[in-house]
């Protein structure tokens, strides 16, 4: 099993940055996979970025430019970089894990981020 943990949501003026942590914790050596989604309220879920044990990133054409994930294996983290935040990325941002051979996959409990003045 795998338990993921958030941190670093708040709240934070437009045009501000935060960075987000996400550490992984139990059978790591499994992931292949790490994403953050985020859901904001009254619409669905959506991916943010991703990362494999590779570095290879992805990121859907909305989030491309104001958004970076990284990941330091040493420490089993995964980070999410924000930048020139704006209302609209109010949301609540959530961690996900994906696993070799496996449909299955692990979410963390979420981190609010708030962007208002």
């Known amino acids: 099993q795998v338990q993921l943990v958030e941190s670093g949501g708040g709240l934070v003026q437009p045009g501000g940055s935060l960075r987000l942590s996400c550490v992984a914790s139990?059978?790591?050596?499994?992931?292949?996979?790490m994403s953050w989604y985020r859901q904001a309220p009254r619409k669905q879920r959506e991916l943010v970025a991703a990362?494999?044990?590779?570095?290879?990133?992805h990121y859907p054409d909305s989030m491309k430019g104001r958004f970076t994930i990284s990941r330091d294996s040493a420490k089993n983290t995964v980070y999410l970089q924000m930048n020139s935040l704006k209302s609209e990325d109010t949301a609540i941002y959530s961690c996900?894990?994906?696993?070799?051979?496996?449909?299955?996959?692990?979410w963390g409990q979420g981190t609010q981020v708030t962007v208002s003045s």
């Open positions: 996900n894990a994906d696993f070799l051979g496996s449909d299955a996959s692990a």
């Open positions: 139990g059978d790591v050596f499994s992931i292949y996979a």
């Open positions: 990362i494999t044990t590779s570095d290879s990133t």
